[in-house]
């Protein structure tokens, strides 16, 4: 027989029974109700980072989009959604829908300000690997992507070195487009079989529109779901790195300011922004929440640096697996049901009945 999970109270036992509303009280703005009386403490927690874990019909859309309601409706902070699914939908929210018709889309090639870590060069190289990774290109298509891209903001007027011409409105993959073609009517194999590899990237547009404004309001929901997933990848981890690179910009913070969420993490598997958010995102006022049907999907240092994780019924075959990276009883695990789940924060460990959004939608 299993032994029981430990009674665990993540809150003030004196706060027992309050429901979050707008303007609540900073003392309690550390507190997300997910379900019976267990509650997310972001102050007790490591960081503000959280994993959702379930199989389809086991009532992770609802979760996710209760967290992201509570911390609307009860926190400060801003929250960005990645929805790759377009089910996130929440009232109060401003939606980017992206796709061929839409009037707007994500420039990857937007600069990264940091003195440290910014400028054309670094810029160049992280949209090459990020397109690489999508796309499945090789070493060779790379190179001549940092190299071209690297000619393109020059021709702009951006350089590594003068700091000032980082704030030149940047060059986007329209652009880019232009300049391979150019260069495999030159005879370029290379730049032909380039063009070839970003035809449907460059068919949809959506990365050479004006770009969105990541900073429009409180709840911003970027709708991928008329993408293909490899460009939606590509749009995702360009507004992830664009996020990161903006509350590092802004130094550290005590305070919360952004909570990102990713509906399928599953399309970012193997994102390197990922890893630095988790690792570094808490120090600069930044937490993430990732949902995804399979332990697989996250990279084992996303999952070291998530304080948090909330597990729902999996798929019967990786009980095991998870049941051993998650540190919960597989038998445990077997007999959850929809909504029913176990939560671990740290090395404190409680079952709860999760309480939906739409339970709280007229709460």
């Known amino acids: 027989m299993a032994k029981p999970l430990p009674k665990t109270i993540l809150k003030p036992q004196s706060d027992r029974g309050k429901v979050l509303q707008p303007n609540t009280p900073s003392r309690s703005r550390s507190?997300?109700?997910?379900?019976?009386?267990?509650?997310?403490?972001?102050?007790?927690?490591?960081?503000?980072?959280?994993?959702?874990?379930?199989?389809?019909?086991?009532?992770?859309?609802?979760?996710?989009?209760?967290?992201?309601?509570?911390?609307?409706?009860?926190?400060?902070?801003?929250?960005?959604?990645?929805?790759?699914?377009?089910?996130?939908?929440?009232?109060?929210?401003?939606?980017?829908?992206?796709?061929?018709?839409?009037?707007?889309?994500?420039?990857?090639?937007?600069?990264?300000?940091?003195?440290?870590?910014?400028?054309?060069?670094?810029?160049?190289?992280?949209?090459?690997?990020?397109?690489?990774?999508?796309?499945?290109?090789?070493?060779?298509?790379?190179?001549l992507l940092i190299l071209m891209i690297?000619?393109?903001?020059?021709?702009?007027?951006?350089?590594?070195?003068?700091?000032?011409?980082?704030?030149?409105?940047?060059?986007?993959?329209?652009?880019?487009?232009?300049?391979?073609i150019h260069r495999a009517q030159g005879g370029c194999k290379d730049a032909q079989a380039l063009q070839i590899k970003l035809a449907a990237t460059f068919q949809y547009e959506v990365f050479s529109r004006p770009q969105i404004d990541l900073s429009a309001g409180k709840l911003i929901r970027v709708d991928l779901s008329k993408l293909p997933p490899e460009l939606g990848a590509i749009a995702a981890e360009a507004i992830l790195k664009q996020v990161m690179d903006a509350h590092r910009l802004a130094g550290e913070s005590p305070e919360l300011k952004t909570f990102v969420f990713v509906d399928e993490a599953k399309e970012l598997k193997g994102s390197k922004t990922l890893d630095r958010i988790t690792a570094d995102g808490r120090k600069y006022g930044l937490g993430i929440v990732l949902a995804t049907q399979r332990e697989t999907h996250i990279s084992p240092d996303v999952l070291a640096n998530t304080a948090t994780k909330i597990l729902l019924p999996v798929d019967v075959a990786d009980i095991r697996k998870v049941a051993s990276r998650f540190r919960f009883d597989a038998g445990r695990i077997a007999n959850l049901g929809t909504f029913q789940a176990l939560v671990r924060t740290g090395g404190t460990a409680v079952a709860c009945t999760i309480k939906p959004f739409f339970g709280r939608i007229n709460s």
Not at 132 to 137: D, F, S
Not at 151 to 179: H, K, M, S, V
């Open 31 to 143: 507190l997300v109700h997910l379900g019976d009386e267990v509650y997310w403490d972001l102050n007790k927690a490591a960081n503000p980072h959280m994993v959702i874990m379930g199989t389809s019909g086991s009532g992770k859309t609802q979760t996710l989009k209760a967290i992201v309601w509570e911390l609307y409706r009860g926190f400060p902070s801003r929250s960005i959604v990645l929805d790759f699914h377009g089910d996130q939908e929440l009232p109060g929210e401003i939606c980017y829908p992206i796709h061929m018709a839409s009037a707007y889309g994500i420039n990857p090639l937007v600069i990264n300000l940091d003195p440290e870590g910014g400028g054309s060069k670094l810029q160049a190289i992280s949209v090459a690997a990020t397109l690489r990774r999508a796309l499945i290109m090789g070493t060779n298509q790379e190179g």
């Open 150 to 180: 690297g000619e393109l903001y020059e021709q702009f007027g951006i350089t590594q070195e003068n700091r000032q011409t980082w704030t030149i409105p940047p060059p986007d993959l329209g652009d880019l487009e232009i300049a391979i």
